[in-house]
RNA sequence: GGGCGAGUGGCGGAAUGGUAUACGCUCACGACUUAAAAUCGUGUGCCGUAAGGCAUGUGGGUUCGACUCCCACCUCGCCCACCA
């Protein structure tokens, strides 16, 4: 009876589903079990042996559980929407719609053959729109809790895929999916905060049992670092002077105008500040020209209004048609159609139509102070800083409405500063210049005062266009020019110091500017060498007492200021960057303090872009109506205009495009659809425009394991009853190539849902395992390299179960696995010996019981089996297997038909379709995979006798059956009368003798 | 450059600080066969006829005893990469 595996295969793959062997009551269960694997992104080529051996691996885990006594539910779908299927579907030219239908049929059969325990019933598609219902529901969830929001940024574009990119896929300057060379585009798209939640998927890792590498990689990508904020103010070739207008009823005596005119005359500027005439009941024109025939204005003037002030600062500017340097303006006055403040005298002879353009042209450094004491005025502001493309500073007053006696707010926005991140502020004296991003807003608004602004700008340029890549493959060669006519003071040792633009400063991560220290940070020196600029390491360092004075940003006084005792100024770098003697918390913040800056913590770890403009996938459910933008209306603060689709809405359906080709220039296919983007505003009702980029697939992927409990629900997205049953996932098996993609998507989701009580739990999986990763002959799979692993052939030729189990028996599983053509004739051997055992079992007289040695090793086997599976070690696990049917093998007349059954049970996930074959064959009752897992008796694992090893110094020479229960003297003397050992000892007298119970003698000599 | 992991027979790999090389592949020989395949049996780390010696990337250390623990170095793989 040769074993054909083709048709029991098949047979039983039929009969589980027809008797629902692995579809669990989701409404009732005593003891759930969500047992899930990553569902596979399902390629053209079909399933991938990769997949299997995931696959397999985590059903062997689910089937034990199963067999445990849980209600396990192994759910399957397909991860079928993105821009790998819409890649593949351009490629053989057909529709991806059609196509995704020929794959799922065709993926759907190959996962059936593979004989994994799968609640096929629950099964889903991400391109389903049952499905994108609820992706798109999510994302207006997301929206309307402030964690979607647009945002114009320099991002990561794919010439090839046509599309921006989230950063997490880019791989070292290349696209994930083509492997095109990414560059930077500036575009406005669609954000994910997931930022908020840095600190908790940080701090959350603790509590997980998760592979530890995977949660290592997290914790590096979030990349929080502890460190400081400091300001350093700049100076230009001309001395800057300041004019200020004090606002409504206000005076030059009053509240924060004193202490700003004495903090900036200290730094040497000229301050004037008028008092405007009838402050009482001011006139536009009056206090217009007030100021214009008593100050003369100039490219060298900072113009500062409060309040009103602040308009009468525009209408001076605009009336004046002189380029200023720069423009503040801080809460100012609501144009009356904004205000919902009783009328104000001044409200009639004022007019609020402004000249934004020709503002815009005077002056390009524009700052709006907000208080964010005042949130009535916000909207206002946030408009008014639209119009006049000027830079929005939310901050805190000292006073409501920067009222109080000081105001570090307004007067460090009236410096001209940059402000930088460090983690190392103890180094602050050793910085000799300074480095913006070329993206910094600062080097655009500071224009007219940089002396070789040619230069520049042909510098930024060429820094844009060149890639990631190209960045790395020049080896580091770092880039930058100097901006002439700028200087900076470090605010440690007040000196000047040089400000540059370089491109090795990232504008994304924490201000866009440095300070640079070229004596201790590689980066820094290796530019500064180039460029011959100064190198000053900061040497011991000493702590002396100052009487109190007030830093740059007015923090309260301090008693300690630390000084650099000397510098030396050599070329060469003191050493790697470790600065001993003073790094410690303490003397950290204490220069901190000094310099006026702030402690605070950045994360490496950026927002996540989740526009594609591309074909395939959840149109995103947002609507943009112009009218309501034009009248500040909007859901959402600080974007006006835009619109959830609402719930009853949805889904909005991908249209079938005839040519669903990416059209490049930053728009989706479907922004060519007007049936599609025309809309009716859900607000106002007028004509509106559907956004029409669709959503990242990662989006699709970052909840799906929240919908499989709940596949027919159709008013809702997940159930709350199934989900408090069901959830989180008990165990979660997958690649570790999903480290800090996926699987912090989920977290993120999970948290956000949290927080919006829709779920009760805020981590979405509580262990996670890696699997390893599967090569063949040594080598990656690749095509190139013809050692590609077709899953369906080895299945054709030796039957799903010996596939599986040779994929287990490889390696490690979370180690990976070298898959060799030739060894999986070794389980076949296996599994047909199994297969002629059984019939021999069924076919001849068995006796009761099993012999003592058979007995023995079957409760041994168990015990190892069920450790091995709970800890994904089932090489070992198949090895005992294999042990221990060699065992029955050799010595049938004393295997018992209870003992071939525990094997079969053993065996059981491994090999489910033989297995079940045979237990009918022996007599079992009902599907094996039902049954309960065998028992270890601890008794009788404890043999009467072990093998005594005798050692001479340490090194094994003889051996000797031995009673359990010999004691330490016994074992001495014999071990001593032993022929051999006394051949070794040749008449020396052991030194000592170590014994080890149960194991050893070591006669030491 | 940083992080993580791994180096053990011809190969995949196994070993709570205590018999290194389990289990399997390969190979050799034998049985069965007209023959081959399949199957079964025996053997298979290296040197040596043997006794014995030498072997877990290299070099040191701790220990009665180290693949295992510690230090330094080398090699390979994976992930990240100008994150201040």
């Known amino acids: 009876m040769k074993y054909n595996f083709h048709d029991i295969e098949r047979k039983w793959q039929k009969e589980w589903q027809r008797r629902k062997v692995y579809e669990p009551d989701l409404k009732n269960s005593k003891r759930p079990f969500y047992n899930l694997m990553m569902f596979p992104y399902p390629s053209g080529e079909g399933l991938h042996v990769g997949n299997v051996y995931a696959f397999t691996g985590s059903d062997i885990y689910g089937r034990f559980k199963r067999m445990q006594g849980y209600d396990v539910f192994e759910p399957i779908g397909l991860d079928g929407f993105g821009i790998h299927s819409e890649n593949y579907a351009l490629k053989i030219g057909k529709h991806p719609m059609e196509q995704a239908k020929i794959t ?88 994910f905060r997931i930022t908020k939640y840095a600190d908790k998927l940080l701090r959350n890792l603790g509590k997980l049992d998760w592979s530890e590498r995977v949660k290592i990689a997290q914790r590096n990508w979030i990349g929080r670092s502890e460190g400081a904020e400091v300001d350093f103010e700049v100076k230009t070739t001309e001395k800057l002077n300041y004019l200020i207008l004090h606002g409504y009823t206000g005076s030059p005596q009053e509240n ?198 040619h230069e520049v700008q042909r510098y930024i340029k060429s820094a844009a266009g060149r890639s990631e890549e190209e960045r790395i493959a020049e080896g580091r060669v770092k880039t930058g020019i100097e901006l002439k006519g700028i200087r900076a003071v470090n605010p440690a040792t007040k000196k000047e110091i040089p400000v540059w633009v370089a491109d090795y400063v990232l504008s994304s991560y924490g201000t866009g500017a440095i300070m640079a220290v070229p004596a201790h940070d590689e980066r820094d020196f290796v530019f500064a060498k180039k460029y011959a600029l100064p190198i000053v390491p900061v040497i011991k360092p000493v702590i002396i007492r100052q009487p109190p004075g007030a830093g740059a940003r007015g923090m309260a006084a301090e008693e300690t200021v630390i000084q650099s005792e000397c510098w030396v100024g050599s070329g060469e770098m003191t050493n790697s960057g470790k600065f001993d003697g003073m790094d410690s918390e303490k003397a950290q913040w204490a220069i901190t303090k000094a310099v006026g800056g702030a402690r605070n913590v950045q994360y490496r770890l950026r927002d996540w872009l989740i526009s594609r403009q591309r074909y395939w996938g959840p149109p995103i459910p947002m609507i943009y109506c112009a009218s309501c933008a034009k009248a500040g209306k909007g859901e959402q603060k600080g974007m006006p205009g835009w619109y959830a689709v609402p719930e009853k809405d949805l889904p909005v359906k991908l249209p079938f495009l005839k040519d669903f080709r990416p059209r490049g220039k930053g728009k989706s296919p479907l922004a060519s659809v007007k049936s599609f983007y025309e809309v009716r505003c859900p607000s106002c009702g007028k004509k509106a425009r559907r956004e029409t980029d669709v959503s990242d697939t990662f989006l699709d992927s970052a909840w799906y394991f929240l919908r499989y409990a709940s596949v027919r629900d159709r008013r809702r997205a997940w159930d709350p009853a199934a989900t408090r049953a069901w959830l989180p996932v008990n165990m979660y098996i997958g690649g570790a190539e999903h480290s800090v993609l996926h699987l912090l998507y989920s977290r993120f989701m999970a948290m956000a849902f949290h927080d919006m009580k829709l779920l009760r739990f805020d981590e979405p999986f509580t262990h996670f395992r890696a699997h390893g990763l599967l090569i063949s002959e040594g080598a990656k799979m690749s095509k190139s390299k013809g050692n590609v692993v077709n899953p369906d052939e080895y299945i054709k030729k030796f039957g799903a179960d010996a596939l599986r189990m040779y994929l287990m028996f490889l390696a490690p599983f979370e180690q990976g696995g070298d898959f060799r053509d030739q060894g999986i004739l070794g389980i076949t051997r296996f599994l047909e010996r199994a297969w002629k055992f059984g019939h021999v079992v069924s076919a001849s007289p068995r006796p009761k019981d099993s012999g003592p040695e058979v007995f023995r090793l079957l409760n041994q086997t168990i015990k190892k089996v069920g450790e091995d599976i709970e800890a994904l070690r089932y090489n070992t696990a198949v090895s005992a297997l294999m042990i221990l049917l060699n065992k029955i093998e050799a010595d049938p007349q004393h295997t018992s038909l209870l003992t071939w059954n525990d094997f079969l049970k053993l065996l059981a996930p491994f090999a489910p379709h033989m297995s079940e074959e045979l237990w009918g064959i022996s007599g079992g009752r009902g599907s094996i995979h039902r049954a309960s897992w065998p028992k270890h008796d601890p008794k009788v694992l404890r043999e009467e006798t072990f093998t005594l090893v005798v050692q001479v110094n340490g090194k094994m020479r003889d051996a000797v059956e031995a009673s359990i229960g010999i004691g330490e003297k016994q074992a001495r003397e014999l071990a001593l009368g032993r022929e051999r050992v006394r051949t070794f000892l040749g008449g020396r007298t052991p030194k000592r003798i170590v014994y080890v119970p149960k194991r050893l003698v070591n006669i030491v000599v």
């Open 104 to 191: 799922e049929k065709r993926f759907y059969e190959q996962l059936g053959a593979i004989g994994n325990g799968f609640a096929w019933d629950e099964r889903l598609e991400t391109y389903d729109p049952e499905y994108y219902k609820w992706t798109q529901w999510i994302f207006t969830r997301l929206f309307k809790r402030g964690l979607a929001y647009r945002k114009k940024q320099a991002v990561n574009w794919c010439p090839s895929c046509k599309t921006v990119l989230a950063d997490e896929q880019v791989i070292s300057g290349k696209c994930e999916r083509c492997g095109a060379v990414v560059v930077k585009k500036e575009l406005e798209q669609w954000f």
């Open 256 to 453: 924060k105008y004193p202490w700003i005119k004495k903090e900036l005359e200290k730094r040497g500027y000229e301050v004037n500040i008028p008092k405007l005439p009838n402050t009482n009941d001011p006139s536009e024109q009056e206090q217009v020209n007030y100021v214009l025939e008593n100050f003369t204005l100039d490219e060298n003037t900072v113009l500062f209004g409060h309040s009103l002030g602040a308009i009468v600062a525009l209408k001076v500017l605009q009336k004046a048609n002189t380029p200023i340097a720069k423009l503040v303006l801080g809460a100012a006055a609501l144009d009356p159609k904004f205000s919902r403040d009783s009328k104000r005298p001044f409200w009639d002879s004022f007019n609020w139509n402004f000249n934004y353009k020709k503002i815009n042209d005077l002056v390009s450094d524009k700052v709006i102070i907000s208080d964010v004491r005042e949130p009535h005025r916000a909207s206002y502001l946030r408009y008014l800083s639209e119009k006049l493309s000027a830079r929005l500073a939310e901050e805190k007053s000292i006073k409501k409405h920067f009222t109080g006696s000081t105001e570090p707010a307004i007067l460090n926005n009236l410096i001209l500063s940059i402000r930088v991140f460090t983690t190392r502020p103890d180094t602050l004296f050793g910085a000799t210049y300074m480095v913006l991003a070329p993206e910094h807003p600062l080097v655009q608004s500071l224009r007219p005062r940089i002396k070789n602004w």
